[in-house]
């Protein structure tokens, strides 16, 4: 029975319609009016004179809690940029990362380099921006460009067309085949991807079963570390690549793997 609303859930949230913010929507306009009116009467009774402009409900925050601490990208994020803080490399390359996000965490210690398919049109301190395709040949000057890499939750998407990339079924292939290129040797590659039974849920990206990339690293890297986010939200760090716990993808429908590897 779960399934199928997780479903009908599903395509209603990609037609624009949550309905979660439609409950605690619901559920909070009698605390609303409540609170309204409270400081209606507070403000008559003031002196501080502040307008009441126009409605603004926020209606489902009383129902959260401080903050969301879980989830593939807060955990890869923070990870990351702290090997990153660590290692201190010389040249650091990101490939497709989240601006807000993974960048934004190394650009407040370090000057970063970023390149993605998509322009970028903000000035952001500490970042370096180039239009590049990682699907096709990359420019002589990214070849061997840096001693250290990312490439955080993007690689999954290579070659399915969300982005205005051409669509290639081969297209992460070729998007690793890049990053092996762009990286020095013996520099760092930091990759992450979802982990789950192997599928495409196009065009929003693919699931990697764990052994798929472990097989597809395979002699362009060494894995150094492998860490994963389950499906509940939660980091599992240094985690060794057990054969059992491969073949299962750690327990994950749709977890998050992050490798750290060196370039052979």
Not at 108 to 120: C, G, K, P, T
Not at 133 to 146: K, N, T
Not at 226 to 239: A, I, M, P, T, Y
Request: charged share 25%; glycine share 8%.
């Amino acid at each position: 029975m779960m399934r199928p609303l997780r479903s009908i859930g599903s395509l209603l949230s990609m037609l624009g319609i949550d309905l979660r913010k439609t409950a605690l929507f619901a559920r909070g306009l009698p605390w609303y009016f409540r609170d309204y009116l409270a400081l209606r009467r507070q403000r008559r009774a003031s002196p501080l004179k502040f307008d009441l402009a126009k409605p603004y409900p926020c209606l489902g925050d009383r129902a959260g809690d401080s903050g969301s601490a879980r989830g593939h990208y807060f955990h890869q994020d923070l990870l990351v940029a702290r090997r990153i803080f660590v290692n201190n490399p010389v040249v650091h390359l990101d490939v497709g990362s989240r601006i807000d996000g993974f960048v934004a965490h190394v650009a407040s210690f370090r000057a970063i380099q970023v390149a993605d398919i998509r322009q970028l049109d903000s000035r952001i301190p500490n970042v370096t921006f180039r239009q590049a395709d990682f699907m096709s040949p990359i420019p002589e000057d990214l070849v061997a460009c840096c001693d250290s890499l990312s490439c955080l939750h993007a690689i999954e998407h290579f070659g399915l067309g969300r982005y205005g990339d051409p669509v290639r079924y081969d297209g992460y292939i070729l998007g690793l085949d890049n990053l092996h290129r762009a990286l020095k040797p013996s520099g760092r590659l930091y990759l992450s991807a979802p982990i789950g039974p192997q599928r495409i849920e196009f065009n929003a990206h693919r699931i990697f079963s764990v052994a798929h990339l472990v097989e597809c690293c395979t002699g362009r890297f060494r894995i150094d570390r492998f860490s994963f986010v389950d499906d509940e939200g939660r980091l599992h760090e240094d985690v060794p690549l057990a054969e059992d716990r491969v073949h299962d993808n750690f327990g994950c429908t749709h977890g998050c793997g992050i490798l750290e590897m060196t370039k052979l």
